[in-house]
C-alpha cells in the first residue's frame, strides 16, 4: 500500500523569505508524484508533477520539488514567498493501478508573515 | 471551457437524511472521481468510474454509493448522514485513466450535517 506523509501541518515563513515544505512517501511500486495547492475556500490545483526523466520539476510560480528516490522524499521549494502564496499544499502519489486513485498527505498549511 | 462543476456549493442536512451531490466533468473527460475532505485532513478517495463502470472504491461504508451517466456527469449519494459525514466533497475529472492523466477538481461541495 502507498502512503504520504507531510512532516509539517504548518508552516510560517516571513514575505521574501525561502520556503520548503516536506514530503516522504511509502511505496512497493512505482509512484508518480504530485503537488496540489488549496487556496482558501476553492478545490484543488496542480502545482507540479513528477512523472519520469529530470528529478527536478518546476512551476510556473516559482516552486519547484526534487524527486529522492533513496529518501523517498519529494520536498517543494520557493526561494522566495509572496503573501499570495498562502495556502494549503498537499503532496500526493498516484500508481498504475485499476482504480486510479490519488493519495494524499495531510497537507501543510503555509503562512506567510509581512 | 467550463472547468468540473459541482453542485450544490453548500448544504445543511440532518443526521439520518439522505443527500445527492452532482458533479459535471469538463467536457470530453470519461473518468470521475469523488474524494471527501474533512477539515484539517487531506483528501479521501470514495470513488472512481470510467466510462460508467466503478473502478474503484475507497475505504467508506455502504452508505455511500455513486453513479455515472451516460453524458459522464456523476452523482454521489450518502444515506442515513452521520454528524462525521461533515466534509468538503471534491469531483475530479480526467479524459482518461492513469497517473499520466491530469485530474482536475471541482470547487466542490461542502456539506454540513447537524
Known amino acids: 500500500a502507498q502512503s504520504v506523509t507531510q512532516l509539517d501541518s504548518q508552516v510560517p515563513v516571513f514575505e521574501e523569505a525561502p520556503v520548503e515544505l516536506r514530503c516522504n512517501y511509502s511505496?512497493?511500486?512505482?509512484?508518480?508524484l504530485f503537488w496540489y495547492v488549496q487556496y482558501p475556500n476553492q478545490g484543488l490545483q496542480l502545482l507540479l508533477k513528477y512523472l519520469s526523466g529530470s528529478t527536478l520539476v518546476e512551476s510556473i510560480n516559482g516552486f519547484e520539488a526534487e524527486f529522492n528516490k533513496s529518501q523517498t522524499s519529494f520536498h517543494l521549494r520557493k526561494p522566495s514567498v509572496h503573501i499570495s502564496d498562502t495556502a494549503e499544499y498537499f503532496c500526493a502519489v498516484r500508481v498504475m493501478n485499476r482504480d486510479d486513485k490519488i493519495i494524499f498527505g495531510k497537507g501543510t498549511r503555509l503562512h506567510i508573515l509581512p | 471551457d467550463a472547468g468540473v462543476t459541482q453542485s450544490p456549493t453548500h448544504l445543511i442536512k440532518t443526521r439520518g437524511q439522505h443527500v445527492t451531490l452532482r458533479c459535471s466533468p469538463i467536457s470530453g473527460h470519461k473518468s470521475v472521481s469523488w474524494y471527501q475532505q474533512v477539515l484539517g485532513q487531506g483528501p479521501q478517495f470514495i470513488f472512481q468510474y470510467y466510462e460508467k463502470e466503478e473502478r474503484g472504491r475507497g475505504n467508506f461504508p455502504d452508505r455511500f454509493s455513486a453513479r455515472q451517466f451516460p453524458n459522464y456527469s456523476s452523482e454521489l449519494n450518502v444515506n442515513a448522514l452521520l454528524l462525521g459525514d461533515s466534509a468538503l466533497y471534491l469531483c475530479?475529472?480526467?479524459w482518461g485513466q492513469g497517473p499520466m492523466t491530469e485530474a482536475f477538481f471541482g470547487q466542490g461541495t461542502r456539506l454540513t450535517v447537524v
Open positions: 511505496s512497493s511500486v512505482s509512484v508518480y
Open positions: 475530479a475529472s480526467s
